[in-house]
């Protein structure tokens, strides 16, 4: 196995003909229970979130568990469903009396904005100014929330030696 920080033409290319020897007409038999089946659907989706998890092989995988999702009926085929929809994912946001819960807000806050400027330019092929304008929308205010939280929040705690 060799260090993937070298990954090269030469490595691509390798990567590439292994691939090419995969049939797509040979099933591969495979034998799961129930649970270890609703457990792998769900890292799929975990995947399938990811802003650069795009192109063919995340719509063959997505269509090669179709029969599995298919399986599923009832309160369990609702649930499997449900995490193909952003819609339906649950924030679990901590106790209010912890010290740090509106920082873990703030910062919620702003990570959700810095997302949403990766997802804008994981969908362009090429830099171009109204991409770049839109996403200086967004992450402009972020940075500001950010600074608030450093200059505002997190500077209130901080003793230094000598201060008392």
Known sequence: MTD??????????????AISQLSNLNNIPINISEQAAFFIIAQLQLAFRHPN?????RDVVRESIQPIVDYFTGDVREIIERGFHPEFD???????????YEIWQALHNIKNK????????????MANDS????????????LEQLEAVIENDLTTYFVEEGDY
């Open 4 to 17: 993937n920080s070298s990954f090269n033409e030469e490595e691509f290319n390798w990567y590439k003909a």
């Open 53 to 57: 998890n795009n192109g063919e092989s």
């Open 90 to 100: 649950v924030d679990i946001a901590p106790d209010p009396a912890w010290d740090y």
């Open 114 to 125: 810095i997302e949403s400027g990766i997802k804008l330019i994981a969908a362009e092929e």
């Open 131 to 142: 991409t770049d304008k839109k996403l200086k929308g967004i992450l402009e205010p972020a």
